[in-house]
């Protein structure tokens, strides 16, 4: 595939996207023979980070200015030794080429945010690779959403970066026939078989060799699609056999015959474009033995940990504040249950139901925590795809993303609705007041919300479908209440259960409450078992605080 425009085409299922990936070093290499080339070289390690990749689905932060998105890719994937001058001037030409310039401070768009068109988010998501000026651009069917108009002014812009000498190489499904005239090099695929490969203007010409002719005012594009299926008047060179019942049960009319990919392919495999191909290939892979599809996993970032951390949070905190509705939602919940938490144990007495209704609020206040880190779980699964995209392109490490999401996420969603719910229910209920056992209740909150958020993360990771991964983490989420120390006595669980005690965010919690409130506190009842007289008070013992 040479310098120009190179478009590889079939049907659905043919196999487009995944030569695709092949052939940009980012599919799974296991099961794979044979290498990649690249001007007769074998991949670099880092190759796959010093090209372009543009996703079938946008991967842009949509509460972010087109402007914004194109900083934070030119910060974190080109050397710092370039200085940000030199970088804004890039950004500038980058925006002029894609006619991005009118739309530079206006936000991408979310589902609550109204933003800018699906050509110029399109157009978004090509900057965002060409920041690097990358000599080769790969694209996973670039006009998926766009009306016929706004496809073809994307392909005319790939066309005019291809005459600067770039690669572009690029999936697409059915494309019209002005976007087909476009194409300088065409890759047929038919059920994961290669049934043409060669300049796109003779591709007529050569199914027409093979008894398929294009009808006239036929889109070329529709026309090969339809002989690759088997399901056009242009397939005349086709047998077609009339079902006849008296012969259905012949062995000779059940032989199984080739499919008409299996067919097409062969015709390929004859032909004079094959041979060419197969010659050139065998001149440029001599002396390149070895499968280089191993070394270009090698992960190379442009960048330091500590820089990829800053854009990272930087990006998190906009993203927050521009989108303030999940945070705002948090706390308002969090509290009305406190309102409601603090209601029902207020003014809590120095007696036997004193103590049952301090651990009963304790208990609460650990479950709220927990149950409300649910949230992260959807905000991570949105961005899943971003975060993939700009992983695997080499913007970051999984820990700096991890940990700026971590630190952003803290203060809205998790330290202030601590703060909220600590504040609101410790004087309604009557906790002891003392200061250090104030401040130690809401660090102990925060903890258990940080701890339970980092959780949920975790469980986020794996799954794709926001209702599954809320059902695994409720299912852990109940196994940790079980074992907190309130609902089983854990002395009692038998020894091959026992274990799971370790496990519990909720245990550690409850234990940590109730260390800071019992401890020091006097209590007046008749039970002996559970009280033990001092002159006129009486106070629990330590033992049965676990």
Same mark, same amino acid.
């Given at each position: 595939?040479?310098p120009g425009?190179?478009?590889?085409?079939?049907?659905?299922?043919?196999g487009?996207?995944?030569?695709l990936?092949?052939l940009a070093?980012?599919?799974?290499?296991?099961g794979?023979?044979?290498q990649?080339?690249?001007?007769?070289a074998p991949?670099?390690p880092n190759?796959?980070?010093?090209?372009g990749?543009?996703v079938?689905?946008?991967?842009v932060?949509?509460?972010l200015?087109?402007?914004?998105?194109?900083?934070?890719s030119a910060a974190?994937?080109l050397?710092r030794s370039?200085?940000?001058?030199?970088?804004n001037?890039r950004i500038?030409q980058?925006?002029k080429?894609?006619?991005?310039t009118k739309?530079?401070?206006?936000k991408?768009?979310?589902?609550l945010i109204?933003?800018?068109?699906?050509g110029?988010?399109?157009?978004t998501n090509?900057?965002?690779?060409?920041?690097?000026?990358?000599?080769?651009?790969?694209?996973d069917?670039?006009t998926t959403g766009?009306?016929?108009? !706004?496809?073809?002014?994307v392909l005319?812009?790939?066309?005019?970066?291809s005459r600067?000498?770039?690669t572009?190489i690029?999936s697409?499904?059915?494309?019209?026939y002005?976007i087909?005239?476009l194409?300088?090099?065409l890759?047929?695929l038919?059920?994961?078989?290669?049934?043409?490969?060669?300049p796109a203007?003779?591709?007529?010409?050569y199914?027409?060799?093979?008894?398929?002719?294009?009808e006239?005012?036929n889109?070329?594009a529709?026309?090969?699609?339809?002989?690759i299926?088997g399901?056009?008047?242009a397939v005349?060179?086709?047998k077609?056999?009339?079902?006849?019942p008296?012969?259905?049960?012949?062995?000779?009319a059940?032989?199984?015959?080739?499919?008409i990919?299996?067919?097409?392919?062969?015709?390929?495999?004859k032909s !004079?474009?094959h041979?060419?191909?197969?010659?050139?290939l065998?001149?440029?892979s001599?002396g390149?033995v070895?499968?280089?599809?191993?070394v270009s996993?090698k992960?190379t970032?442009?960048?330091?940990?500590f820089h990829?951390?800053?854009w990272?949070t930087?990006r998190s905190?906009?993203?927050h504040?521009?989108s303030?509705?999940?945070s705002?939602?948090?706390?308002l919940?969090?509290?009305l249950?406190?309102?409601v938490?603090?209601?029902i144990?207020?003014g809590?007495?120095?007696d036997?139901?004193?103590?049952?209704?301090?651990a009963?609020?304790m208990?609460f206040?650990?479950?709220?925590?927990c149950?409300?880190s649910?949230?992260i779980v959807q905000?991570?699964?949105?961005?899943?795809k971003i975060?993939?995209?700009?992983?695997i392109?080499?913007?970051?490490?999984?820990s700096?993303?991890?940990l700026?999401?971590?630190?952003?996420?803290?203060?809205?969603?998790r330290?202030v609705?601590s703060?909220?719910?600590?504040?609101?229910?410790?004087?309604?209920?009557g906790?002891?007041?003392q200061?250090v056992?104030f401040?130690?209740t809401?660090?102990?909150l925060v903890q258990v919300s940080? !701890?339970?958020?980092s959780l949920g993360?975790?469980?986020a990771i794996?799954?794709?479908i926001i209702?599954?991964?809320n059902?695994?983490?409720n299912?852990i989420?109940?196994l940790m209440i079980i074992?907190?120390?309130l609902?089983?006595?854990l002395?009692s669980v038998?020894s091959?259960?026992?274990w799971?005690?370790?496990?519990?965010?909720?245990?550690?919690?409850f234990?940590?409450?109730?260390l800071n409130?019992f401890?020091g506190?006097?209590?007046?009842?008749s039970s002996e078992?559970?009280?033990?007289t001092h002159?006129n008070?009486?106070s629990v013992?330590?033992e049965f605080i !676990?």
């Amino acid at each position: 595939m040479r310098p120009g425009m190179n478009a590889i085409l079939g049907p659905t299922g043919s196999g487009k996207s995944s030569l695709l990936d092949i052939l940009a070093a980012r599919k799974d290499p296991s099961g794979l023979e044979g290498q990649v080339l690249i001007d007769g070289a074998p991949q670099p390690p880092n190759f796959k980070y010093i090209s372009g990749y543009v996703v079938q689905d946008d991967v842009v932060m949509g509460t972010l200015t087109v402007r914004e998105n194109f900083q934070f890719s030119a910060a974190l994937r080109l050397p710092r030794s370039i200085r940000n001058k030199e970088k804004n001037e890039r950004i500038d030409q980058v925006m002029k080429e894609l006619g991005l310039t009118k739309v530079a401070d206006s936000k991408v768009g979310t589902m609550l945010i109204r933003g800018v068109s699906g050509g110029e988010r399109k157009r978004t998501n090509i900057g965002m690779e060409l920041i690097i000026d990358p000599s080769l651009l790969f694209l996973d069917e670039p006009t998926t959403g766009l009306d016929a108009s !706004t496809a073809l002014a994307v392909l005319l812009l790939l066309q005019r970066m291809s005459r600067k000498g770039k690669t572009i190489i690029f999936s697409i499904h059915q494309p019209r026939y002005s976007i087909f005239k476009l194409f300088d090099s065409l890759t047929l695929l038919a059920s994961g078989r290669l049934v043409f490969h060669g300049p796109a203007k003779e591709a007529l010409d050569y199914f027409s060799g093979l008894g398929h002719s294009c009808e006239l005012f036929n889109n070329p594009a529709d026309f090969f699609l339809d002989i690759i299926n088997g399901d056009s008047t242009a397939v005349n060179a086709h047998k077609v056999i009339d079902f006849d019942p008296e012969l259905a049960l012949d062995s000779s009319a059940l032989k199984k015959e080739t499919t008409i990919a299996d067919n097409l392919a062969e015709e390929y495999s004859k032909s !004079t474009y094959h041979s060419e191909m197969m010659s050139e290939l065998k001149k440029l892979s001599q002396g390149k033995v070895g499968n280089s599809a191993s070394v270009s996993r090698k992960i190379t970032y442009a960048t330091s940990f500590f820089h990829q951390l800053k854009w990272v949070t930087k990006r998190s905190v906009k993203n927050h504040l521009r989108s303030p509705q999940a945070s705002i939602a948090q706390v308002l919940v969090v509290l009305l249950l406190g309102l409601v938490l603090g209601i029902i144990f207020f003014g809590v007495p120095d007696d036997l139901a004193g103590i049952q209704n301090r651990a009963g609020a304790m208990f609460f206040l650990t479950n709220i925590q927990c149950f409300s880190s649910l949230s992260i779980v959807q905000l991570f699964i949105i961005e899943k795809k971003i975060f993939i995209h700009e992983y695997i392109s080499g913007y970051y490490r999984v820990s700096s993303y991890f940990l700026a999401k971590l630190f952003v996420d803290l203060i809205p969603m998790r330290a202030v609705p601590s703060i909220v719910l600590a504040t609101t229910t410790y004087f309604l209920i009557g906790f002891k007041l003392q200061p250090v056992a104030f401040f130690i209740t809401l660090l102990t909150l925060v903890q258990v919300s940080i !701890t339970a958020a980092s959780l949920g993360l975790a469980v986020a990771i794996g799954q794709d479908i926001i209702a599954v991964a809320n059902l695994y983490l409720n299912v852990i989420f109940i196994l940790m209440i079980i074992f907190s120390g309130l609902l089983v006595n854990l002395p009692s669980v038998v020894s091959w259960l026992a274990w799971l005690k370790y496990f519990s965010i909720a245990r550690y919690s409850f234990t940590a409450l109730q260390l800071n409130e019992f401890v020091g506190l006097n209590f007046c009842n008749s039970s002996e078992s559970v009280f033990t007289t001092h002159g006129n008070s009486c106070s629990v013992h330590p033992e049965f605080i !676990t």
